[in-house]
Nanobody
Framework: QVQLVESGGGLVQPGESLSLSCVAS????????MGWYRQAPGKERELVAR???????NYAASVKGRFTISRDNAKNTMYLQMNSLKPEDTAVYYC?????????????????WGEGTRVAVSS
């Protein structure tokens, strides 16, 4: 069994910063591509940023230059540094990862989601 747990959300004012973390635990053979997604009230879930196992990154246009995604494979952890936050960044932020596990001598890769952490940007 694999779990993804996000932390670091909260309420901040416009222009301030927050740092999110996502820790993977359980039967992990390898962490592959990982990403952050967000869902604002009344809207569909959208990609914020993704990072590959080789640390190649891509960002949504709306956050490029303000957010930075990173990962520490030794700690099975992914981060999202969010600077210059805007009210439109308000959403629940979800961690997503492709994780390979070994079971009965076989390697299987599945996509996992965390339960989300809430970010609110308001004055």
């Amino acid at each position: 069994q694999v779990q993804l747990v996000e932390s670091g959300g909260g309420l901040v004012q416009p222009g301030e910063s927050l740092s999110l973390s996502c820790v993977a635990s359980g039967n992990i053979f390898s962490l592959n591509d990982m990403g952050w997604y967000r869902q604002a009230p009344g809207k569909e879930r959208e990609l914020v940023a993704r990072i590959t196992s080789s640390r190649r990154t891509n960002y949504a246009a709306s956050v490029k230059g303000r957010f930075t995604i990173s990962r520490d494979n030794a700690k099975n952890t992914m981060y999202l540094q969010m600077n210059s936050l805007k009210p439109e960044d308000t959403a629940v932020y979800y961690c997503n990862a492709d994780i390979s596990s070994i079971s009965y001598y076989r390697t299987t890769t599945r996509n996992y989601w965390g339960e989300g952490t809430r970010v609110a940007v308001s004055s």
